[in-house]
């Protein structure tokens, strides 16, 4: 049984920075491609970035690309996302998922794991 679980979300003032982690259990992370989506109220789940299963390869959402950034140690088996420069419209949960594919996907139907979210609440 495959867990993801993810901390370090909060409220922060715009301008601001967080660092959500992804701790995962059940399968070493190396064995993954992992991501992060975000759901704001009323609105779909949406892609935020993603890493390959050997970290070289990245991708980011227009709305992020340049502040924040995603990380994996597969030693400690989690991964990271560095928000900076924070804005009102990043307010959303974020959530951490891991796929079996090998190429990076931004689709949420492709993960085959995701975690219970945590709330990040940027403030203006």
């Known amino acids: 049984q495959v867990h993801l679980v993810e901390s370090g979300g909060g409220l922060v003032q715009a301008g601001g920075s967080l660092r959500l982690a992804c701790a995962v259990s059940?399968?070493?992370?190396?064995?993954?491609?992992m991501g992060w989506f975000r759901q704001a109220p009323g609105k779909e789940r949406e892609f935020v970035a993603a890493?390959?299963?050997?970290?070289?390869?990245?991708r980011y959402a227009d709305s992020v690309k340049g502040r924040f950034t995603i990380s994996r140690n597969n030693a400690k088996n989690t991964v990271y996302l560095q928000m900076n420069s924070l804005k009102p419209e990043d307010t959303a949960v974020y959530y951490c998922?891991?796929?079996?594919?090998?190429?990076?996907?931004?689709?949420?139907?492709?993960?085959?794991?995701w975690g219970q979210g945590t709330q990040v609440t940027v403030s203006s």
């Open positions: 998922a891991a796929t079996n594919r090998v190429v990076l996907t931004t689709t949420p139907g492709n993960y085959n794991y």
């Open positions: 890493i390959s299963w050997s970290g070289p390869s990245t």
């Open positions: 059940g399968r070493t992370v190396s064995s993954f491609g």
